[in-house]
């Protein structure tokens, strides 16, 4: 199947570079010199877009101080972190060390909770794709009856916060014996990833043409097949959004992990522990935040083109 | 309307089962958990919030009005109402200067990469991150480090903080200062005798105190009374004790000061010109005042302030990105006609770009305030445990109430349901707005 070349101009536009604005001229313009712009004028643009780079520069490095801060820290001794602030490092780099992380990654609670993290967040992610996209063919290609209620419902659905739903799934899961447990959090991160992803998904598939799941099933493949082979190809930038939110949605999460994972708990929960006493663990915290982001972070910079889409559809998660 | 069988099978019972076979394998699963976790739930928090979950008895609206009659609920809500106004404005505002201003700036790519990083980041590392930037001991929060070195670049400390005249002296304190009890005659030397300075803090050019040379204007030493290693005589200047230079003095007399002066490097002082009469004689407060220690801000009164200043950190990038997205699709015709008749920069921003980017702003606003009214993580890291009651938001509070301890199930259920009324108006609007746009 070829449908990826024909995918539409729905896939992410990326809103980080600047958009070329092409300045075409009417046929038969005169060419005209554009006048010479007095001396004060040249001197206040270039005054102006000096204070405008000043400005930027200062935005920037306000923006970046903090997280500098956590990173010098962590690799500071806890010692160290209680007598200076971190930006005395920049001036003795001596106090620069990696026994933190080296504790750290010795530390059973935390990379016990790093793991867990991860066996969290690949299967919800896994599962909202395939469930969203099964149910999401079915809503656009297949039909039966009810289906454009159940679409309204699903995007109805979107709405709900977690909080309504946490006491009742309490409940539930300790009736599955899973309260406490990975599966519990996975399947509460699944099941309010569910109506989005398939909102999101269903209208993405509504941009394949008719002609190519016509033609297909007309070769006598099976739905699956056409769904496999015909729409999953041609969603793959929605998918692949859809992706980055929802893995990184369940990695930063603090509060489904509380609430139903407290046996088996991720890293955002283990550092939150550590707050308790947060001057004295900041040799823990620090790194482990840290270690917590870097994951976040290399998804940021490797897939930009598809992060601020994924945000904007998830923000109102 | 696609038809499922228009590629030429003939319509039939058979045909009509099959197909819902399929649609229900196909929609099957994701169905049954939406329904089973996500929808059932909903109803059954509903029933919840009418009921004593204790007892299990019917209470109508009972946990309701425990909800806005508690203290700490009623404070969450009051917060939450403070975090809707304030934040998403303060958030769209800031997005909308950055995208304006950095919009010919060349590498405004590179600051949109910084500013939208937060977004990337969890909640819970962010709070990690500004207790660090928060934290109250200027030796170590950054912010107040920036504060204290701006302030002291302005109005330098007081050296004397914390110093005490030694007891029975005869030195009382007056406004933050202390003075002599009683007027002294201006022919007889004044002892003032000071101590708790510590050692780190006596200034490097104190010299050792000494009695002032004899004359007839009022004059006087002021002094470290205090011998290190002990054996010092109290009120006598021993041969170890400094004086303390800079001093500020003055000469107070019917209440009226009628003469300052400064304390050399031994501690000595003179009036020049006071040589007859009784004054009192005072050391200015000015010399005592604390030093400026920054400011508390994850403290019972700007915990609020703080953290929705940091919420502004978080999101300021993803305002401005889409802020920026709107302004490069103005029409340019429009803003060079508008250039052309001699408008000013800032009147093209108010009249042209505002109302042009206007629809944008509304989303970034909605889109906002929805995500603050379900703000958790956040308060539940960045404010210390002991402040949490002045930090509280709704979300926060029905965590607490039903799983921190509280195991009221009852008001936690009310309280996700008025989340869920409060979430409901933006999110009303913005499912209009996508079904419009069929996004």
Known sequence: MTSQRNAPSASPVSLLEPMPVPELEPAGTAVRIPPRPSLLKRLVAILGSGAARVFVIAIGLFWLFPTLGLAVASLRSAADNSASGWWTALTAPSQLTLDNYAALLSNERITGSLWNTVLIAVPSTALVLALGALGAYALAWLDFRGRDLIFVLAVALTIVPVQVALIPDAAVFRALGIFGDIPAVILFHVAFGLPFAVFLLRNYFLGLPEDMIEAARADGASEFTVFRRVALPFAWPALGSLALFQFLWVWNDLLVALVFGFNNPPITYAIREQTRAFASNIDVIAPGALISMAVPLILFFTFQRYFLRSMLDGALK | ?439
């Open chain 2, 1 to 439: 309307m696609r038809r499922f069988f228009s590629a030429g099978r003939p319509p039939g019972r058979r045909w009509r089962n099959e197909r819902r076979l399929i649609a229900a394998l196909f929609l099957g699963p994701a169905a049954l958990t939406v329904l089973v976790l996500v929808a059932y739930p909903m109803a059954h928090t509903l029933w919840l919030s009418l009921h004593d979950t204790s007892t299990g008895a019917f209470v109508g609206l009972a946990n309701y009005g425990r909800m806005f009659s508690t203290e700490e609920t009623r404070r969450a809500i009051l917060n939450n109402i403070v975090w809707v106004v304030v934040a998403p404005t303060l958030v769209t505002v800031l997005g909308l200067m950055l995208a304006v201003l950095t919009q010919r700036v060349r590498w405004s790519t590179a600051l949109k990469t910084i500013l939208f990083m937060p977004m990337a980041i969890s909640f819970l590392a962010v709070g990690v991150t500004f207790r660090l930037v928060y934290d109250e001991d200027p030796e170590r929060g950054a912010l107040n480090a920036a504060l204290v070195a701006v302030h002291d670049a302005f109005s330098p400390p007081s050296r004397y903080y914390g110093v005490a005249p030694r007891d029975g002296t005869g030195l009382v304190p007056a406004d933050g200062g202390y003075e002599t009890a009683d007027p002294v005659p201006a022919s007889e030397p004044v002892a003032m005798p000071v101590v708790g300075l510590p050692r780190d803090r006596i200034p490097s050019e104190a010299a050792p105190a000494s009695r002032p040379e004899a004359g007839v204007e009022l004059r006087g030493v002021v002094w470290l009374d205090f011998t290190r290693g002990g054996g010092g005589e109290a009120g006598e200047i021993d041969a170890t004790e400094v004086g303390l230079p800079g001093m500020r003095v003055e000469a107070v007399r019917d209440g009226q000061v009628v003469a300052t002066t400064t304390t050399d490097a031994s501690g000595r002082f003179v009036f020049p010109g006071l040589t007859e009469g009784d004054y009192i004689v005072r050391l200015a407060a000015t010399n005592f005042t604390e030093p400026f220690r920054g400011v508390t801000w994850l403290g019972p009164r700007l915990v609020t302030p703080a953290v929705i200043g940091t919420y502004i950190w978080i999101w300021a990038g993803f305002a401005m990105i889409l802020i920026q997205a709107g302004l490069a699709g103005l029409p340019r015709d429009v803003l060079e006609a508008a250039r052309a008749d001699g408008a000013s920069d800032w009147q093209i921003l108010r009249r042209v770009t505002v109302p042009l980017v206007w629809p944008i702003l509304v989303v970034v606003l909605v889109t906002l305030s929805i995500n603050v009214l379900k703000i958790f993580d956040l308060l539940y890291v960045l404010p210390p445990d002991s402040v949490q009651d002045e930090a509280n938001v709704v979300a926060l509070e029905m965590y607490r109430v039903s799983f921190g301890g509280g195991l009221d199930y009852g008001l936690g259920s009310a309280l996700a349901v008025l989340l869920f009324l409060l979430v409901l108006p933006p999110m009303l609007f913005t499912i209009r707005r996508r079904r419009r746009e069929r996004l």
